[in-house]
């Protein structure tokens, strides 16, 4: 079955430092990876989106590199800050049925310490 | 450009009782999602509409939750009855298209609901 794993334990980090997650999935082919931030009480806020042929992606102090071969995603968050603390979600998008459907990871909770 | 909203914000029902939600998507948006996420899990998908039509439902547990969107703008999630384990958050999202586009979900801030 598919399944999708990101590290259930929180990561906690200094400041400044680059904050790595990861997600793994098996018995998958999406054609999209998507990172969606989610605060406490809040829904998830969508970050950046990763399409199977590209291998890395930048957005500011973000960056996402997608590995089909390995089935595997890492998000940096460089020069972190307090203010990133959150929840991190990873989601794929497509397969054999591509409605648009995303599977999420469980999530990491970051913890950016000052 | 406003987000997208959700009622009520939370809510309290004892097991065996009835309990609807509300979410009205952005203006414009064709794809309606509802999804169902328990304390630390990530969101699981109950039910996809693009305009008033269902795309996806196979895992809205049908013998007891229900969903609609009328007129393809508004929609309501029902459970009936509930359950325990239906204790979650329950969150609605919006997108501009839906389908394989990979389009951006926004998401609702979800209703929280509590079954006793």
């Known amino acids: 079955s598919q399944k999708i794993e990101q590290n259930s334990e929180a990561l906690n980090i200094q400041e400044g430092k680059t904050a790595t997650l990861t997600c793994n999935y098996t018995?998958?082919?999406?054609?999209?990876l998507q990172w969606y931030r989610q605060d406490p009480g809040r829904g998830p806020v969508f970050l950046l989106l990763i399409r199977e042929n590209e291998k890395e992606k930048r957005k500011e102090r973000l960056k996402v590199t997608f590995d089909t071969t390995l089935k595997q995603s890492l998000f940096h968050i460089t020069a972190s800050q307090p203010a990133d603390s959150a929840t991190y979600l990873c989601?794929?998008?497509?397969?054999?049925?591509?409605?648009?459907?995303?599977?999420f990871g469980q999530g990491t909770t970051l913890q950016v310490k000052p | 450009e406003a987000g997208v909203a959700q009622s009520p914000r939370y809510k309290i029902i004892e097991k065996r009782q009835s309990v609807a939600f509300w979410c009205n998507p952005i203006s414009g948006h064709a794809t309606l999602y509802w999804y169902q996420q328990i304390l630390g899990q990530g969101p699981k998908l109950l039910i996809q509409?693009?305009?008033?039509?269902?795309?996806?439902d196979s895992q809205l547990p049908k013998d007891r939750f229900s969903a609609e969107r009328l007129k393809g703008v508004d929609s309501t999630l029902k459970i009936q009855p509930a359950k325990l384990e239906d204790s979650a958050v329950y969150l609605c999202a919006s997108s501009l298209r839906g389908g394989g586009s990979g389009d951006t979900q926004y998401f609702g801030p979800g209703t929280r609901l509590t079954v006793l």
């Open positions: 018995n998958y082919s999406p054609a999209y």
């Open positions: 509409f693009q305009n008033n039509g269902v795309v996806d």
């Open positions: 989601a794929l998008v497509g397969g054999s049925s591509n409605t648009g459907k995303l599977i």
